[in-house]
């Protein structure tokens, strides 16, 4: 089901333009491909009315990305190829507007953390695929995107799903790698996936408590956890090694005037206030393999219902004690 796109036709439409779509919308657009951003709120409102104020280590500049609200005020085309780039608690209800839009033949790429949103996409579209994202954004200020990448923008791996390579995502990893990132083709790209789903164990962590020693310690059973739930449900899953090796020396920082690097995009989501996470497609897809499977995974369930509780609740970030977090891991069954 792999449609052939010339690379110089391709329109890109960037799904979710926070930090990472914003910065990938930004990159594209710069490099003269065509570009559309779907975004929401006052985000959306000031990138119409100013353009997307883009800051990297080498350059502010303002750029005028066209930018919808809906995919229903998008003319799809044919040559038109959807990157997905929403936390996953807003894939489900953003794939069914995007069906009820343009069809379900468009073809999709889940450039997104988590492994849950490509079975979302899949049980709605022909065409989907994985993508692996390695890309350090933020986007606090509506209209406002940064990235503190001074070198490679990002690394972008791709395939079909759930596995192969097809003219398609040559195309699109080659546009990718022609603006600034690191994009190969990857025909088993969901075993990144699963191994950045490790790395991201400990996102929640970092939004809900401030830094400490302890944290090796919880990080090491989040890790331990992951580890026994994808042995036992025969899950293959990238070695750290090989993730290390895949990222080498590409993702270099540099510094951007008066802003400083934060944390990760769970933090984000605290800090902005946004009354949700995405806690449950990460430490919550531990929790779920757990009790598929049997298998204990307290430290997961923990950090589950505490980033969950600080977002309902509207609580700034890192305001749980890791005394707490750590109580909560004992008593949590």
Not at 27 to 43: E, K, P, S
Not at 252 to 281: P, Y
Request: glycine share 10%; charged share 20%; hydrophobic share 40%.
């Amino acid at each position: 089901h792999c449609r052939k796109f010339e690379v110089i036709r391709m329109r890109i439409i960037i799904y979710g333009a926070g930090g990472i779509g914003g910065v990938i919308g930004a990159q594209l657009f710069q490099g003269g491909m065509d570009t559309v951003l779907i975004a929401r709120g006052n985000h959306l409102r000031t990138i119409q009315n100013n353009g997307l104020f883009y800051r990297t280590p080498h350059q502010d500049i303002t750029l005028p990305i066209p930018a919808v609200d809906h995919p229903s005020k998008i003319g799809f085309q044919e040559t038109d190829v959807v990157i997905l780039t929403m936390k996953s608690q807003h894939t489900e209800q953003a794939l069914d507007d995007l069906r009820a839009a343009g069809g379900d033949k468009i073809p999709v790429f889940c450039c997104q953390n988590g492994v849950a949103n490509e079975r979302m996409a899949a049980r709605r579209f022909e065409n989907v695929h994985a993508q692996m994202v390695y890309l350090p954004a933020t986007l606090l200020e509506p209209g406002t995107v940064v990235t503190h990448a001074a070198a490679t923008i990002g690394v972008l791996d791709a395939s079909i799903y759930p596995e192969g390579n097809c003219k398609l995502v040559d195309e699109v990893t080659t546009a990718l790698n022609e603006n600034g990132f690191s994009a190969r083709p990857n025909p088993t790209v969901m075993r990144f996936k699963y191994g950045k789903l490790i790395m991201n164990l400990g996102n929640a962590l970092s939004a809900i408590s401030p830094p400490g020693e302890e944290t090796k310690v919880i990080r090491a059973q989040l890790r331990a956890e992951a580890e026994t739930c994808f042995a036992t449900a025969g899950i293959d899953c990238a070695s750290p090694e090989e993730e290390k090796a895949r990222r080498g020396n590409l993702m270099k920082s540099g510094n951007v005037t008066g802003q400083d690097r934060v944390a990760g995009s769970s933090w984000q989501s605290l800090a902005r206030s946004t009354g949700n996470i995405e806690t449950d497609f990460l430490n919550g897809e531990i929790v779920l393999l757990g009790r598929l499977h049997g298998i204990p995974t307290p430290a997961n369930l923990a950090l589950q219902r505490l980033a969950n509780h600080l977002a309902d609740a509207n609580a700034p970030p890192r305001s749980i004690p890791l005394a707490e977090v750590q109580r909560q891991i004992k008593d949590a069954h």
